[in-house]
């Protein structure tokens, strides 16, 4: 007769099942959405530089990468505020959650229309899938990132980061999520301006 698995071992598989669904989730929320594995072109580039081509969020990584990090190394704290007592593992699975609703939200024609409308992603057509899961990830490290660094060195990070892309693509997540709720005509014409 088999025996069960020690509580520990119970914990790490349902969490390990938990996280496998959620990204097979993705997949197939995305695929259904009409996404594409990676960029048109045919080719799967590890990163892409440039904001305004076709090629962003359409290979692995991109600029806008590093917001999906600065989502999870969010998502750590206002869980560690918000549920202290829950498993910090079960925080992890709820951060990658929440990502994954914005990855499908993002790629929503709603959202993808907003980000024509609202921000200078006017000829944004979606995330490539590998693109997404990219994103999911880079959020996943940044919770663990958040986890180690703490607080205060978190929120340092989150700053540098925030300003490094406000300096070097005139966009940020501020920004980002600032022009998809409420577009600022000088902001998106200083933001156009090249």
Not at 91 to 116: D, G, P, T
Not at 179 to 190: G, N, Q
Request: hydrophobic share 50%; aromatic share 8%; charged share 15%.
């Amino acid at each position: 007769m088999p025996t069960a698995l020690p509580s520990p071992a119970r914990e790490r598989l349902a969490q390990a099942l938990v996280l496998t669904a959620l990204l097979t989730t993705t997949v197939a929320y995305l695929r259904g959405q009409g996404r594409i594995p990676w960029c048109a072109c045919g080719r799967l580039f590890p990163w892409t530089a440039d904001i305004w081509s076709a090629h962003c969020s359409q290979h692995l990584l991109d600029p806008y990468s590093t917001s999906h990090l600065l989502h999870g190394v969010l998502f750590c704290g206002l869980l560690a505020w918000t549920v202290p007592k829950l498993a910090l593992a079960w925080r992890f699975c709820i951060a990658v959650a929440l990502e994954v609703l914005w990855e499908m939200l993002e790629n929503s024609q709603l959202v993808i229309q907003r980000y024509r409308e609202g921000t200078i992603a006017q000829g944004y057509t979606g995330d490539g899938i590998v693109n997404s899961l990219a994103d999911i990830l880079c959020c996943a490290g940044g919770f663990l990132l958040a986890r180690r660094l703490g607080l205060r060195l978190s929120i340092a990070l989150f700053v540098a980061i925030e300003l490094t892309l406000l300096l070097t693509l005139k966009d940020n997540l501020s920004l980002n999520v600032l022009m998809l709720l409420c577009p600022i005509p000088d902001i998106k014409a200083w933001q156009s301006a090249r």
